[in-house]
């Protein structure tokens, strides 16, 4: 008996996500520094994290939370799936404009880095202030 097509793509990506999450838990604890070199892994800003660890497993990712914004396709709160992307505005960015990027693991956490002290870490996504700052997700797997 023959597995539909869509079945493989499934499995495929979510080996793929598995791949992502369990690479940058690796990374745990590396220091968070705004505007962190491409490729570099002694320090991450959040989008150069994610280009990162996406790039590890064949994905070119813009650089910039915004312009990873963009790519892949839109995918609802309610429809996400580990490795997924998640934006949200931040303080610096305002109400309305992307300023950070994380990577959803599934169960409603996120893997990602920000603010000088915390560097790589998971969190809640329904955290009070992640939910609160939460704006869209991408699907690039």
């Not at 300023?99 to 870490?121: D, E, Q, R, S």
């Amino acid at each position: 008996m023959s597995t539909p097509a869509h079945a493989e793509t499934v499995s495929v990506s979510a080996t793929r996500a598995d791949r992502i999450i369990s690479n940058g838990l690796n990374f745990k604890g590396t220091p968070y520094v705004f505007g962190a070199k491409s490729g570099r892994t002694s320090a991450f800003d959040c989008s150069s994290f994610t280009q990162y660890l996406y790039k590890k497993q064949g994905i070119s990712l813009p650089r910039s939370s915004k312009q990873q914004s963009k790519v892949g396709s839109y995918v609802s709160r309610s429809n996400l799936k580990r490795g997924d992307l998640v934006f949200f505005w931040t303080s610096r960015t305002g109400r309305g404009n992307v300023g950070h990027v994380a990577i959803y693991m599934g169960n409603g956490k996120l893997l990602h880095t920000y603010k000088k002290g915390v560097g790589v870490t998971t969190s809640s996504l329904n955290s009070s202030y992640w939910s609160s700052h939460y704006m869209t997700a991408r699907r690039v797997l």
